[in-house]
């Protein structure tokens, strides 16, 4: 029995504003906070941006989970960035502290479905206070076949809820490439990449229910594949071929 979560007061709105390239050949994910950004890119590692400057911080030579890299996930309570790799749903944990970067396994996500599948593309830290199994756990999005959002209690990755999407959203997003929890209200906002738009959800009872839709206004080759915020304000996406961080203004009102 999923335990239903409170409905957000405020209503998100998503304003897009500026974009900039990013000197990587594609940016598959993002994990960011203010002052510092990670981005995932699918065969080089994850890399940092930091007072202006990019560099690889954690190379696909450290792991095999680095080579697939489709999801991150920043964790400031544990100090931690998640990582996620579509095929085999590998999760590992590297801490954002120290001078040696370390990679720690956790687990892996099974895929939903008895048939052979796209895998997960997103991820996203959910904290006690928001998730409706009241553990901190991991969100992860099914890109399709089936469309799923998944939450998976840490620290074992134990699944403890898959949500589908509702007719709506299936209409509104063709499929699912990452995912973020707002900080404020905690409604969970799903991207997709086929169709360049934000969904913004929350969960009623046993269900998500689809509150708003944001289109992405991206040029001819750019998609859209992940997107986390950086402030309660301000949200990043990020885009493949070419690599860009797109910046949204975030504002709320009563509902």
């Given at each position: ?18 974009s900039r390239?990013?000197a ?5 994910a993002v ?17 940092r941006?930091?007072?202006?400057r990019?560099?690889?911080w ?7 989970a ?9 964790d400031?309570e ?6 996620l790799?579509?095929?085999?749903g590998?999760?590992?944990?590297l801490?954002?502290?120290?001078r040696?970067?370390t ?10 479905g008895g048939?052979?599948n ?7 830290y959910?904290p006690r206070?928001?998730?409706p199994?009241r553990?901190?756990?991991l969100?992860a ?7 799923r959002v998944?939450?998976?209690?840490l620290?074992?990755l ?6 589908k ?24 906002l ?5 169709s360049r ?18 289109d ?7 998609r859209?594949?992940?997107l986390?915020f ?6 990043v ?15 709320r009102?009563?509902?």
């Amino acid at each position: 029995m999923v335990r239903a979560t409170s409905r957000p007061k405020q209503a998100l709105h998503l304003r897009q504003g500026r974009s900039r390239p990013l000197a990587m050949r594609g940016a598959s994910a993002v994990a960011a906070m203010p002052g510092t950004m990670y981005f995932a890119e699918d065969d080089d590692g994850i890399y940092r941006e930091r007072r202006g400057r990019l560099t690889l911080w954690a190379g696909a030579s450290m792991h095999t989970a680095l080579r697939d890299l489709e999801g991150l996930a920043m964790d400031s309570e544990a100090r931690c960035v998640w990582a996620l790799a579509e095929e085999t749903g590998q999760v590992v944990c590297l801490a954002t502290g120290g001078r040696r970067r370390t990679v720690k396994p956790v687990g892996r996500l099974d895929r939903p479905g008895g048939r052979k599948n796209k895998g997960y593309e997103g991820l996203a830290y959910l904290p006690r206070t928001h998730s409706p199994n009241r553990r901190n756990s991991l969100l992860a999005a099914h890109e399709g076949n089936p469309r799923r959002v998944g939450v998976f209690a840490l620290p074992d990755l134990s699944q403890t809820h898959e949500f589908k999407l509702p007719r709506d959203a299936k209409e509104a997003l063709a499929d699912l490439a990452d995912l973020t929890v707002d900080p404020v209200t905690g409604a969970w906002l799903l991207l997709s990449e086929e169709s360049r738009r934000i969904g913004v959800f929350v969960v009623e009872q046993d269900r998500l229910q689809l509150e708003s839709l944001t289109d992405i206004r991206v040029d001819d080759g750019e998609r859209p594949e992940g997107l986390d915020f950086v402030t309660p304000s301000r949200l990043v996406v990020v885009t493949e071929g070419p690599a860009r961080a797109i910046d949204f203004r975030v504002t709320r009102s009563r509902g």
